[in-house]
């Protein structure tokens, strides 16, 4: 079985203060992807990243950043620098072995205060 | 580029009535396809995926059905909606390789009263 553990449910920063979304998963496959969407207000899923779990180099893009680490089966994401459009709800999401289903967490409900 | 379509946006339906949901995929061929419901508390839900015309998979026993009648095009359905039946459904898209990353359209928020 595979689940997704976002123990954190919502963070307020101040703007340009730098946050830290975790996010823990679970599977007994050794291959398996892990995934971040955002969730804006409006409600579409945004895809923000994927990652496979023979490739455990950190990816910056831009203010955002991911720390892969299979001994603590852990892909947190960091915001540097947030700003007001970061607030969202933000999904770590995995798909282990050969099927296609995504599994997600919780969310977390980020809020960026000016 | 590929994009997906779904319609309503919104939509509020009595107990009882039937519910016709579409999604359509653009600029791609032979995409899986996926209805997620999204019930209040965040948590998503996958209820129907599919690999081609004609072949659903059903995730959850419910009050609801899906069709695919065309390669790009998915249809999620009711014949009688159930309170418990409101909330954001999401229709998704990834490529035929099962493991690929899922593209989410914009959502139809259903409330039934």
């Known amino acids: 079985a595979q689940k997704v553990t976002q123990a954190q449910t919502e963070i307020s920063v101040v703007e340009k203060e730098d946050v830290t979304l975790d996010c823990v998963y679970e599977?007994?496959?050794?291959?398996?992807?892990l995934f971040w969407y955002k969730q804006p207000p409006s409600g579409e899923l945004v895809f923000l990243i994927r990652?496979?779990?023979?490739?455990?180099q950190n990816e910056i893009s831009g203010r955002y950043s991911w720390n892969f680490q299979k001994s603590t089966s852990s892909f947190n994401f960091t915001i540097t620098a947030s700003q007001v459009v970061d607030s969202a709800v933000y999904f770590c999401a995995l798909i282990s072995g050969a099927n296609s289903k995504l599994t997600f967490g919780k969310g977390i409900t980020l809020s960026v205060r000016p | 580029s590929q994009t997906i379509h779904q319609w309503p946006a919104t939509l509020v339906q009595p107990v009882g009535s039937p519910l016709s949901l579409e999604c359509t995929v653009e600029?791609?061929?032979?995409?899986?396809l996926y209805w997620y419901r999204q019930a209040a508390g965040r948590g998503l839900q996958l209820l129907f995926y599919s690999v081609g015309i004609g072949q659903i998979s059903s995730e959850v026993p419910q009050n609801l059905s899906a069709s695919r009648p065309q390669d790009r095009q998915f249809i999620l359905s009711s014949k009688k909606l159930l309170l418990s039946d409101s909330g954001f459904y999401l229709c998704?898209?990834?490529?035929?390789?099962?493991?690929?990353?899922?593209?989410f359209g914009p959502g139809t928020r259903l409330t039934v009263l």
């Open positions: 599977t007994r496959d050794t291959t398996y992807y």
């Open positions: 998704a898209w990834g490529t035929s390789a099962s493991t690929d990353t899922q593209y």
């Open positions: 600029g791609t061929s032979n995409p899986n």
């Open positions: 990652r496979n779990s023979f490739d455990e």
